[in-house]
């Protein structure tokens, strides 16, 4: 399939290439684009008046003086006339309390939560004597001990932040102090301190490099903790810091003023000047190390701090910490409010009749005197609080305490889960929060980042072809083709790198042998053709590359035989097969993203000039000699490895002779100097020698992905889980990735921004034509954008997605208001800007229905605030569930704001880790966190709420069918001790242990059957339907309680004579028979049985028996004879057999209809899970067979697609070592040195 790819470059809209940070955009810089629009206006139109340009570099920072910082003119106001130094410390605080605050700001965050506010209002009711109808301490026990478990777990937590926050904090550095370096903790670094930081530290701070012990102070630097790539970047001093701040006291005496812009998120960026002995200097970002790094290969360095603490970029990226809450907590303090609402009326209706009763017959039975002179409609206002009291058990306190005990159980069950465990790293998976996990049973997208988290950022060399011929299949020396072979045995070479595998060993039986000229030809490319960085260590070499990808083909030539030694400014050396042989560079012509290729031209011992080349098949085929050979072979092989995903790569090369060269030596020296369009003109000059070049082959690198990413991602899928990735990557390398990891298939089409910009503008034209009555009114459902059968996908850059979304427009439109003084004039319907936030706001929501359309999202080259707003308008617009995953500190922001945040564990970075809500060390643990985890904590979730909810409607509603025998007068139908302990001790472990146990199939059925996510999805298993279920069961169970004893006890005679019909042994039964039927019922409820569950059931009628018979016992009503007032009334009602047929009666009435309804249920309208239950054995045995057979792993698909490794390659070190910064000075004068090194020239940003 042909797919139409946008050419970023030839069409109007942004740039592919470029990471926009327009959201972050200084109004300096939008400034200029601001005042290019300008000038585009009519000369007539009105000017603003002048004013004074903000100044972009508001940010002083001055070397060795610490008092500085806190002059005036740098305080910024705090509250009222307090003042502070507006530059941060460098301590961060991520936790929320300290010793002063706990207690009452941890009660003002409980008191938030309603029901514990309506716990305490019912305590205070009770202290008052005419109103309370319950002890006041059934109320303050419960709440106390809700109220101290919750605060303790608040406290547990905060105390790991604390931990975390003191680990950090305390960290050592070396700071520049009273003329000598000591050693300070990284909480006292201030701005303007000069530090020295030694190899493998962490950097404390944003700091501006001075100086280090390598030549030029370059500074190799590993930036995993922000981006999750472990391929080191380099950094550069200033040439005048770097001369003159080598020693100690130089250092002390340096007091530079940096002025530079304010703190910002942009990680690829960074704009200042230094003012030094009366000259200023420019700095960039390759000036600056970034807090959340690590110096690699570098013994020491110096630099002076500029950000500090919240300052810095890492923290700046962090995003706003949301609080965060699940669907099912939402839901549950609606229905606590429907309670409350319930109560009220039924408090109320009570109240009246109580007012009525007393009015027409309790005014007038001498025998219900009390001696208080009190109106009927005072009585019943006073009945109306004694109600509320009684009833009150309707949204019981033991709920929430139930609740967080589930949560920290099922968080527990994760972290001890062995199969999210991963050994290599020794890292287990980890619950970073307890009160998120049946959320994971919902998740509708999943967001994900790339490197690092789908992908495992190591490249494979993997196959190969040269001169026509197909090597990298199990192959042995002769050449016979095998099904599976062994890896390549590299003991011959004595320098090879052991950890390097190839299978094919006829290869390497040619490259030995001498006899494939083209073979050797090959692999001294790779050696050769390359920006490579090497460094000797014990011994051993390595190796330093811009890209993983180009370490893995330089190391792929070492193995062979071709081993990259040492460079020069001007000259390449490496070992041929055991001869060492060295290479005049003549020229080194760089990797960039228009080029899609670099060259090198070298002149041989032997004197010819010879270049190589090696680049994307798009860009080498069009540049062959007519004369090359193998192009059609070579072109079915790179198809193979393409279909197979692996990132292929041309190789060529070109003699040129001595006067072809010096000729274009001479354009080129030209080009180089050029005042203006110098990079169009180097690239004119590189087209004229990069021509009629040879094939020699290519090459085929595997990106290696996480083991098990597709099976995973296939498998969430099926769950009717959408997964969205969301990388700062160029395009055609997620665009691969979406390919390796099956997230793209070859069915789907594909549609590029440019395209989705027309869709979504024709939709937007369509709406302003449309008639304008239906503008703002109700929303019709919109047509779809992909009405054509058939799977698509939508790519998208943050530059196209900032246009499509008006990001860009919308800072600028601002900015120009701001400069106007007055309010924008109306903006023309055709100039594709939006005519008011209704119209963005319909944008937005367009896109988010387009996106939504297709079976696969990728958003590449995106900052990460772009990734949190990408995830914001999915969960705004579709009021879905949303998960973030990834392992670098781009990727916080979108893990923030997230429903639930991943973080990938086990990687050099913690920055993501430190700020998600799970952690795991591998993507494939993903499904299993959700399919069975999620899944199993949601069902168990929603059962426990909903018998939870049955259980206390059933208990408390009796009280109401007793009220119509007793006058409404709020008299209780239990003794006080039963309601205290009905919560507490009689019905709570067997529901507990069903909202921890329960489940309905094992782990490996669910993970068999990924629709049985689907209920979590819809929200089927916990909603007001159900919450109404569970109100009229509850009622009808109360009805059942209530009125069958009482039909028993109307005319009742005992074997003893007496009449058991009094209000106590009344109490006894009604109370035996709930607990009886309660726990029976939880049983019916039961899927999952244990010995544990059995005897919760079991135990808990017996500790209902043994603590009733205890508490109605002669011996403590002698000792507490107020509280215990039912002496002796279970022994004489439960003596008489008619009381316990009643019991039995009332228990089988209440559970028959249960169990008819169930069976009819699962028999007529059986669920998915129902069906796999029912058929459980059979898949078992399926599962155990297919274990036995073992299928073979994953295999790609079968596409006929381009996969390019060059697209993806960042630019090289080329500048870095033409420029012989890397180089260690010739033993020269240092005025010689100086003048034979240039200035490095200013390299675009790191790809982060």
Request: aromatic share 10%; glycine share 6%.
């Amino acid at each position: 399939m042909n797919r139409h790819r946008v050419n970023s470059q030839g069409s109007l809209g942004p740039d592919d290439e470029v990471m926009p940070y327009s959201d972050d955009e200084t109004d300096d810089e939008l400034d200029v684009s601001s005042e290019e629009e300008e000038a585009e206006e009519p000369p007539g139109a009105p000017q603003p008046p002048a004013e004074a340009r903000p100044s972009e570099m508001a940010w002083k920072v001055k070397a060795n003086d610490r008092p500085y910082h806190h002059l005036p003119e740098f305080q910024k106001k705090v509250f009222l006339c307090i003042k502070k130094s507006r530059y941060s410390g460098n301590d961060i605080k991520t936790y929320k309390y300290n010793v002063l605050t706990f207690l009452p700001l941890n009660l003002y965050e409980q008191f938030k939560r309603v029901a514990n506010l309506y716990f305490l209002a019912l305590l205070i009711l009770q202290i008052i004597p005419d109103i309370t109808t319950l002890p006041w301490y059934t109320t303050l026990i419960p709440l106390v001990v809700v109220l101290g478990i919750t605060a303790i777990k608040d406290l547990v937590d905060d105390l790991a932040r604390h931990r975390m926050d003191k680990e950090i904090n305390n960290r050592k550095c070396d700071v520049l102090l009273d003329g000598g370096f000591q050693d300070s903790k990284w909480r006292n670094i201030q701005v303007g301190d000069v530090v020295r930081l030694k190899k493998n530290d962490f950097i404390p701070a944003d700091i501006l490099l001075l100086s280090s012990t390598n030549p030029n102070s370059l500074t190799y630097v590993e930036t995993a903790e922000l981006d999750g790539e472990t391929n080191l970047k380099f950094k550069l001093g200033l040439r005048v810091t770097d001369e003159k701040l080598q020693e100690v006291r130089q250092l002390a005496e340096f007091n530079a003023l940096i002025e530079c812009e304010e703190p910002n998120n942009r990680l690829d960026k960074f704009m200042g000047t230094m003012l030094w002995d009366g000259v200023r200097y420019p700095l960039d970002l390759d000036n600056m190390l970034l807090r959340g790094c690590t110096i690699r290969n570098t013994e020491a360095c110096h630099g002076l701090v500029i950000f500090a603490g919240a300052d810095t970029k890492i923290m700046r990226n962090g995003g706003k910490t949301r609080f965060k809450r699940t669907k099912i907590d939402e839901l549950m303090n609606y229905m606590v409010y429907t309670i409350f609402v319930l109560l009220i009326l039924v408090a109320a209706g009570l109240a009246i009749g109580h007012t009525f009763w007393y009015d027409e017959i309790g005014s007038k039975a001498w025998y219900l005197f009390d001696n208080k002179n009190q109106s009927a409609s005072y009585r019943g206002f006073l009945s109306f609080w004694g109600y509320i009291i009684v009833l009150n058990t309707m949204v019981p306190i033991s709920l929430y305490v139930s609740v967080e005990v589930i949560r920290l159980g099922q968080s527990k069950f994760i972290n001890w889960d062995m199969q999210m465990y991963y050994p290599d790293k020794d890292t287990p998976a980890k619950a970073r929060t307890t009160t998120l996990n049946e959320q994971l049973g919902q998740i509708e997208y999943i967001f994900s980042d790339k490197t690092g988290t789908l992908t495992q950022n190591i490249m494979e060399f993997k196959k190969c072809t040269i001169a026509g011929r197909s090597y990298g299949d199990p192959t042995t020396a002769e050449g016979v083709t095998l099904d599976r072979g062994k890896p390549v045995d590299w003991s011959w070479n004595r320098q090879a790198d052991r950890k390097f595998t190839f299978m094919d060993h006829a290869l390497v039986a040619r490259i030995r042998s001498g006899e494939d000229k083209d073979a050797n030809e090959f692999f001294k490319l790779l050696s050769l053709c390359h920006t490579v960085m090497v460094e000797h260590k014990d011994g051993d070499l390595v190796y330093q590359a811009a890209s993983p990808d180009e370490g893995a083909l330089v190391t792929a030539a070492r193995n062979f035989g071709y081993v990259f030694l040492s460079r020069t400014q001007d000259t390449i050396t490496i070992r041929e097969m055991h001869e060492e042989k060295t290479y005049e560079m003549l020229a080194l012509l760089d990797f960039n993203s228009d080029r899609k290729r670099m060259s090198i031209i070298l002149k041989f011992p032997d004197g010819r000039i010879r270049l190589y080349c090696k680049g994307a098949d798009t860009v080498i085929y069009e540049r062959l000699s007519p004369n090359s050979r193998h192009k059609e072979t070579t072109q079915t092989d790179l198809d193979v490895f393409a279909n197979a995903t692996l990132r292929t790569l041309c190789l060529c090369y070109k003699d040129i002779t001595t006067a072809e060269f010096e000729a274009w030596s001479r354009a080129h020296k030209e080009a180089q100097v050029a005042m203006s369009n110098r990079d169009a003109a180097l690239d004119h000059v590189y087209e004229q020698i990069e021509g009629n070049l040879m094939l020699i082959g290519a090459t085929a690198i595997e990106d290696k992905l996480q083991d098990g990413v597709p099976e995973t991602i296939a498998t969430l899928a099926k769950a009717d889980i959408k997964i969205w990735v969301l990388t700062g990557d160029k395009k055609e390398t997620a665009e691969n990735i979406g390919y390796s990891c099956s997230l793209l298939t070859d069915d789907m089409q594909i549609h590029y921004g440019e395209d989705i910009n027309v869709k979504l503008g024709v939709r937007q034209a369509n709406r302003r034509t449309g008639p304008q009555t239906s503008r703002r009114g109700k929303k019709k459902p919109a047509e779809p954008f992909f009405p054509a059968p058939g799977k698509n996908a939508l790519i998208i850059t943050g530059g196209w997605l900032n246009e499509i979304l008006y990001e860009k427009k919308k800072k600028r439109r601002r900015l120009r208001l701001r400069r106007l003084g007055k309010r924008a004039p109306a903006t023309n319907p055709q100039d594709g800007q939006p005519m008011d936030d209704w119209e963005k706001e319909m944008r937005q929501i367009d896109f988010v229905d387009m996106a939504c359309e297709c079976e696969a999202v990728i958003c590449c080259r995106v900052t990460p605030k772009q990734k949190g707003n990408v995830v914001s308008l999915v969960k705004k617009y579709k009021k879905a569930v949303t998960l973030s995953i990834g392992d670098g500190a781009n990727d916080v922001n979108m893990i923030k704001t997230a429903d639930i945040g991943v973080g990938i564990s086990g990687q050099e970075g913690m920055q993501a880790v430190m700020s998600s809500d799970y952690a795991f060390a591998q993507f494939r643990f993903l499904q299993r966190l959700l399919l069975v985890h999620g899944r199993w904590s949601y069902i168990r979730m929603c059962k426990f709420l909903r018998f939870f909810f049955f259980k206390n409607f059933a208990f408390t509603l009796v009280h109401f069918w007793y009220s119509f025998f007793n006058g409404y007068s709020a008299q209780v139908a239990y003794e006080d001790w039963f309601i205290t302990l009905y919560n507490l001790a009689y019905s709570s472990l067997p529901v507990l242990l069903v909202g921890l146990l329960d489940q309905d199939v094992n782990d490996k059925l669910s993970l068999k059957f990924p629709k049985l996510y689907q209920p979590g999805q819809l929200g089927t298993l916990f909603n007001y339907k159900n919450f109404f279920v569970s109100l009229f069961h509850g009622i009808f169970i109360s009805l059942i309680i209530f009125f069958i004893p009482y039909g028993a006890f109307l005319q009742t005679m005992g074997q003893d004579g007496e009449a058991p019909s009094d209000y106590q042994s009344f109490a006894v039964v009604t109370a035996s028979s709930l607990i009886f039927t309660v726990n029976l019922q939880i049983s019916l409820d039961t899927s999952y049985w244990t010995f544990v569950n059995c005897f919760a059931v079991l135990g808990s009628i017996a500790i209902y028996f043994g603590i009733m018979f205890d508490i109605h016992s002669a011996g403590i009503h002698v000792i507490f004879p107020a509280p215990f007032t039912f002496t002796g009334a279970a022994s004489n009602a439960l003596r008489q057999p008619y009381l316990w047929l009643t019991i039995i009666l009332t228990v089988g009435i209440s559970l028959l209809p249960i169990i008819c309804i169930q069976f009819l249920h699962k028999s007529i309208w059986p669920s998915i899970g129902d069906k796999i239950q029912r058929n459980r054995k059979r898949y078992e045995i399926e599962m155990e067979e297919e274990e036995r057979k073992k299928p073979p792993t994953f295999q790609r698909g079968q596409r006929s697609r381009r996969s390019a490794y060059a697209f993806s390659h960042s630019r090289g070190y080329a500048d870095l070592i033409s420029s012989g910064r890397s180089i260690r000075r010739r033993p020269t004068g240092r005025g010689g040195a100086q003048n034979s090194i240039r200035e490095v020239p200013q390299r675009e940003a790191e790809n982060i």
